[in-house]
């Protein structure tokens, strides 16, 4: 894929749709993740954390999160999803996950987050470069804790992905919009490149995701430079690992 390319389905298919369901966004995401508020828990007090593609907001404020004792700021590319972190009082930049290297100092972070992030880049080089900012970022012995939606969303026990309970089954009357399919709520992916409806005040937004194959962040990470894998896990549809930064 193009540099242009990139450019175009993320600037139309994340960039712009965040940006314009933010407020709906927001108000459907207000629960943290029990592994998230778990990782949070676990850093020793006064830790500096960074949470890359922060959205409203939702793990910036430590009280409930977990991280009773820790500094935590966060990051994203939505203007809108920014000035609601802004209105709730959270400390938080306009950051590119693949720029974090740039906004950030190198080894200034005891922990990072990044959730729910790394499936809307659109290319395996943006996906790498992104890890390898927060790597750069990380001191040595920090940790990060990162999440990708997963391509297999029944866990290997047959339980359904909190995706599909919540999810009402519907059929989509395009098959394909810009060369990617559109994705079916409530039924199986058919790609891992693929997009996904969102539908806020009876419009239909289409958001782009990369859905991960089982194995594929764990290989991704081991081309990261300085970063050891601590845990890789499946959790409610979703891949995920905890790295520690090893060394420079």
């Not at 966060?74 to 306009?94: P, Y």
């Not at 782009?208 to 890789?232: D, M, N, P, S």
Request: proline share 2%; aromatic share 8%; hydrophobic share 40%.
């Amino acid at each position: 894929m193009s540099g242009s390319e990139w450019q175009r389905l993320e600037g139309q298919h994340v960039h712009r749709v965040y940006d314009a369901i933010a407020d709906h966004f927001s108000r459907t995401r207000h629960t943290p993740w029990p592994r998230v508020t778990s990782f949070l828990s676990s850093l020793p007090k006064a830790s500096l954390v960074l949470d890359v593609g922060c959205g409203n907001g939702k793990y910036l404020s430590s009280i409930g999160c977990g991280g009773e004792g820790v500094a935590i700021v966060g990051c994203d590319r939505s203007a809108q999803l920014l000035r609601i972190c802004a209105e709730r009082g959270f400390e938080s930049v306009r950051a590119d996950a693949v720029d974090v290297a740039h906004v950030f100092r190198a080894g200034v972070l005891d922990a990072c987050l990044c959730v729910a992030v790394l499936h809307h880049l659109a290319t395996k080089e943006r996906r790498l470069r992104a890890l390898r900012a927060i790597a750069r970022a990380l001191r040595v012995g920090g940790r990060a804790l990162v999440y990708v939606w997963a391509l297999e969303q029944t866990a290997e026990d047959g339980t359904r992905s909190h995706y599909w309970r919540r999810e009402k089954r519907e059929e989509e009357e395009e098959l394909t919009v810009d060369g990617l399919a559109v994705h079916a709520n409530g039924t199986p992916f058919v790609a891992q490149d693929v997009l996904v409806p969102f539908k806020s005040a009876g419009e239909r937004h289409l958001r782009f995701y990369h859905v991960f194959r089982a194995g594929e962040l764990e290989a991704l990470l081991a081309e990261v430079e300085g970063v050891t894998i601590e845990e890789a896990f499946f959790e409610s549809g979703n891949w995920a690992a905890i790295v520690r930064k090893t060394h420079e």
